[in-house]
């Protein structure tokens, strides 16, 4: 038997321009976990995975779905590093958050199923290396993942990250993130797909907003720095605006940032792929955080969590 666990992740700033080389900023969600166990089951010719029982955050069975796919090239690539080809596995999977809402699911599937099989096979494995399994694994669920997810779904800081190159922030801000599910499955694959689609029919478009969602990412690096709390609200407003002439957004999805703005949010955005899943929002203190949380749940959202930024409730 062997054992992994990684974690949910939003992304502050960044997403889908992260993936024509401009920065991004995501935070890890460590109480949110992925977790793995893996049973050696044999030599297989067909299948790494003998059985799969993924179970999801409301303690049902999901349907494995996509995410079958980029979890047997997870056993693949783990049992060859492992140097046990064709070794199949029974696994089960058990997550506390959603699949499919922008939260790093897959990601965080792929690494801690990587994990548990190395600690099943006894193999000692850096960082680096798993992280470019994992990114092997995530090429079959997203076609062209940028790496991000899989960094920050097994950090302990907030990561900045461009062109495969990461580096971590230990942030310590007065400040909380409420984060919320609309209930409706994006498909990141679906939307990079389109946002390429456009790149191809109107690259000078495109490109301009790919480039304001640079420059607000980078500049919100500096505000975690600075604890600049009213700063990093507005670029999260542009943000999401921008990504909604991207046409990744989703109506209900943009219903609740309105929602969390008027509930007293600094800022609110869409968070990862897009077309539906989660939206983040930004709240100065506790108070303020628990009436956005309950604002979005009133008006749509079906869960919603609130993560504070302060390094003591983060240790
Ligand atoms: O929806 P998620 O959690 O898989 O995030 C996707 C983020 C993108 O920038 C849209 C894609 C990527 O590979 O970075």
Known sequence: MGYGETWAKVILMGE????YGY???????????MRAWVTPAGLCATSCIRTLKALNYEGSLSAAGDRFGGLECAVKVATEFAGYPGLAFDVVTDSSFPAGRGMGSSAASAG????????ACDVRASEQEILRLTNEAEVITHGNPSG?????TCSRDIVTFQSGQMQYMRVDMPAYLVIADSGIAGSTREAVGNVRKADEKNHPYVRSV??????LALASETDLELGAVNMLGERMNRAHELLSQLDVSHPLVDHLVDVARNAGANGAKMTGGGLGGCLI?????????QNISRALL???????WIHSLSAKSNE
């Open 148 to 152: 991000l997810d899989a960094v920050t």
């Open 298 to 304: 009133c008006e749509g959202a079906c869960k919603a």
């Open 281 to 289: 929002a930004f709240a100065e203190d506790a108070d303020t955080a």
């Open 23 to 33: 920065p991004a900023v995501a935070a890890p969600l460590p109480s949110l976990k």
């Open 16 to 19: 889908h321009s992260v993936v």
């Open 112 to 119: 801690a199923v990587i994990r548990a099989i190395l600690d």
């Open 210 to 215: 790919m480039d304001e969602l640079g420059e």
